[in-house]
């Protein structure tokens, strides 16, 4: 059983950045891909960057691609999202997930932390 837990949200002004941490515990990580998923208010919860096991492989939804960058360290059991040019839009709770999939959506990930707060104000 694999705990997730995010921080480094908060608030930030429009063009800002932002660096988002997960640890995770309790179960191999290396085996696991790691997922960022995002919702919004009054919104369903959406995928945002996927690393694979290795971290050679990384997938990025259309709204972020180069603006936001996964990365991971298996050593320390730790995932990453690196988010640069916040927009308003951005605003949400965003969330850790880990799975043994390929995949981008988040039925495929079991493993979920609690969700930090990213806030970013016009």
């Known amino acids: 059983q694999m705990q997730l837990v995010e921080s480094g949200g908060g608030l930030v002004q429009a063009g800002g950045s932002l660096r988002l941490s997960c640890a995770a515990s309790?179960?191999?990580?290396?085996?696991?891909?790691m997922g960022w998923f995002r919702q919004a208010p009054g919104q369903e919860r959406a995928f945002v960057a996927r690393?694979?096991?290795?971290?050679?492989?990384?997938n990025y939804a259309e709204s972020v691609k180069d603006r936001f960058t996964i990365s991971r360290d298996n050593a320390k059991k730790m995932v990453y999202l690196e988010m640069n040019s916040l927009k308003p839009e951005d605003t949400a709770v965003y969330y850790c997930?880990?799975?043994?999939?390929?995949?981008?959506?988040?039925?495929?990930?079991?493993?979920w932390g609690q969700g930090t707060q990213v806030t970013v104000s016009s």
């Open positions: 997930a880990a799975g043994r999939t390929t995949a981008t959506i988040e039925d495929d990930y079991p493993y």
């Open positions: 309790g179960g191999t990580f290396s085996a696991y891909a």
């Open positions: 690393i694979s096991w290795s971290g050679g492989n990384k």
